[in-house]
């Protein structure tokens, strides 16, 4: 089995990787403007699960993760073309919620720092 590290490594290659054929390669007009956020391999390098995001949040989730399906293998022997690994890792797709989660949460600070600034009175 690979050491942590090592599973880090071809975790952040396929990461980079992805990205950039999602940019140059891919002309599905479903994964236009959506970026990965975090791909984690298992141990046995079976499955490589990757986490998307959109500019526009998750309105697109559903039609962005179809795309991801419908490409799947096309993407697969790409990345295996550019990865040299023995056995390369089924890929699975998952919605990361996180950029939308800080970004509501920024608002919300923003909110509170608007109401304890004190209002110019003069």
């Not at 490409?71 to 073309?81: C, E, K, Q, W």
Request: aromatic letters at 6%; charged letters at 35%.
């Amino acid at each position: 089995m690979p050491s942590p590290i090592r599973l880090q490594r071809i975790a952040d290659r396929i990461r980079r990787e992805l990205s950039e054929m999602l940019i140059r390669e891919i002309a599905d007009p479903r994964l236009k403007n959506i970026y990965v956020t975090d791909v984690k391999v298992d141990r046995e390098l079976a499955f490589a699960d990757i986490y998307v995001s959109a500019v526009e949040g998750s309105a697109r989730r559903q039609e962005i993760l179809e795309g991801l399906e419908h490409a799947r293998g096309f993407i697969r022997s790409m990345l295996a073309g550019r990865i040299e690994l023995r056995v390369f890792p089924r890929l699975r797709f998952h919605w990361d919620p996180t950029p939308e989660h800080a970004d509501h949460i920024e608002r919300l600070l923003a909110s509170i720092r608007q109401k304890e600034k004190p209002e110019d009175t003069e």
